[in-house]
């Protein structure tokens, strides 16, 4: 896990040139990144949303695409499109700006529903398929998909089904004031962005993933993810409770978790830490829940309190 961590670290320490203030963040952007999962960034206007996704490209020296949604962008606007070629008298493939290696889709929920579902087989099998033709994508492939909670006239909110399709989901927040003047004293003589250089090779990323899934689970730490997930489902302010896919997130999460401490084994405060990001928007609260101001976090922090914590002997590790 020696080298999960130092690139972890590099990953860290260039993305807070930019973006300043959010570590945990940026961390719970990079357990998305390692478990190949997808990002769900549901916060206002302004708080650097875009500038966390170019800027973990543009250490890794990733492909990066946006893609700005809008009510007539069509899945072909994303997904690509075959085109006729007078001279060969043949269909040539174009593709879209799905074809890069960080995607992101800003403003998701002002896309047509079909629009949005242009995304999920990408997002899901890491491919597109058009006119009956299967393309790859090329690893490690993210999709950081935003939206703005405050704002829903014109809008497609987007079904649970897809939502269950992202990994974990968080808000950037306002900074504090410190913070802001920091962030102030940076753009002084220009954007940090542009001056930001690559610290990791797209290999060693690869590598960090396939490293991440080593990290040592123990059946008292599983036992103790289910229990949690399960927890939701018999909950009385949720009619639908998070599906075993939650479960697996959870799990890989807080392998990834883990290993970004520096840890070759998860403890219960990994599974805790990434409850939150992992569960909420999986969760279907019952209308009057909602009438009584309960929220999706409010349930998940009461059902994590509620289940026992498992003592683990840190001996017994492999």
């Known amino acids: 896990m020696t080298e999960v961590t130092a690139t972890a670290r590099k990953i860290i320490g260039n993305v807070e040139k930019v973006v300043v203030g959010k570590r945990r963040q940026i961390v ?28 973990l490209a543009a250490s890794v020296g990733c492909h990066f695409k ?4 809008t009510p007539d962008l069509l899945p072909t606007d994303i997904t690509g499109v075959s085109v006729f070629n007078p001279k060969t008298t043949e269909f040539e493939f174009r593709a879209g ?4 290696q960080i995607v992101l889709a800003d403003e998701i929920n002002r896309a047509t529903p079909r629009t949005q579902a242009a995304l999920l087989e990408a997002m899901a099998e890491g491919r597109v398929t058009v ?7 090329l690893p490690p492939f993210l ?4 939206q ?13 089904a897809q939502l269950d399709r992202f990994l974990v989901r968080f808000s950037l927040g306002y900074p504090s004031m410190e913070d802001e003047l920091k962030m ?3 753009l002084e003589r220009g954007h940090p962005l542009e001056r930001l250089e690559p610290v990791v090779t797209v290999d060693e990323l690869l590598a960090a993933q396939q490293a991440v899934r080593e990290v040592y689970v123990d059946p008292k730490i599983r036992r103790y993810i289910t229990q949690i997930v399960q927890g939701t489902r018999s909950c009385e302010d949720v009619s639908l409770g998070a599906s075993p896919r939650a479960s697996i997130a959870l799990f890989r999460t807080s392998q990834a978790l883990a290993a970004i401490s520096g840890r070759n084994f998860v403890r219960p405060d990994d599974v805790k830490q990434m409850s939150g990001p992992v569960l909420t928007h999986r969760l279907i609260l019952r209308p009057e829940s909602r009438l009584r101001r309960v929220t999706a976090a409010a349930v998940v922090a009461e059902v994590v309190a509620e289940v026992p914590v498992p003592i683990l002997d840190e001996r017994e590790v492999p």
């Open 148 to 160: 703005n909670p405050i704002d829903h006239e014109g809008t497609f909110p987007l079904p649970e």
């Open 66 to 69: 946006r893609i700005q949604c």
């Open 97 to 100: 700006p799905i074809f890069a």
């Open 28 to 55: 719970l952007s990079l357990v998305a990144w390692l478990c190949e999962g997808h990002i769900l960034l549901e916060d206002v206007p302004g708080v650097a949303k875009t500038m966390l996704a170019r800027a």
């Open 143 to 146: 999709v950081i998909a935003t």
């Open 131 to 137: 006119d009956g033709l299967t393309h790859p994508l």
């Open 184 to 186: 102030l004293e940076l």
